[in-house]
């Protein structure tokens, strides 16, 4: 089994920053890629950021030039750098990942438990 730990969210100000980070941990495997989600109340849950393990990175139009992910392939961890925050960023945040556990053919996705990001005054 995999398990993908969150941490960095909080309380910032509008215009402040915060950095998520998500490592997966657990039996061997491969990562293919991680990211970011987002979901507010009543909506349904959006991408905000990937990455695949050799850099390829896709953002939201709603983050481009202000959220910038990273990948740590040694610590099978992600993260979110969040600059420039918007009361409109608030809401829960989930790490994703795409992996192939070690001896299965099939790649799948795991989710984090979330962590909540509030960005107010």
């Known amino acids: 089994q995999v398990q993908l730990v969150e941490s960095g969210g909080g309380l910032v100000q509008p215009g402040g920053s915060l950095r998520l980070s998500c490592a997966a941990s657990?039996?061997?495997?491969?990562?293919?890629?991680m990211g970011w989600y987002r979901q507010a109340p009543a909506k349904q849950r959006e991408l905000v950021a990937s990455?695949?393990?050799?850099?390829?990175?896709n953002y939201a139009d709603s983050v481009k030039g202000r959220f910038t992910i990273s990948i740590d392939n040694a610590k099978n961890t992600v993260h979110l750098q969040m600059s420039s925050l918007k009361p409109e960023d608030t809401t829960v945040y989930y790490c994703?990942?795409?992996?192939?556990?070690?001896?299965?053919?099939?790649?799948?996705?795991?989710w984090g438990q979330g962590t909540q990001v509030t960005v107010s005054s």
């Open positions: 994703n990942a795409n992996l192939r556990l070690v001896g299965s053919r099939w790649f799948q996705y795991y």
């Open positions: 657990g039996s061997a495997f491969s990562i293919n890629a």
């Open positions: 990455i695949t393990s050799d850099g390829s990175t």
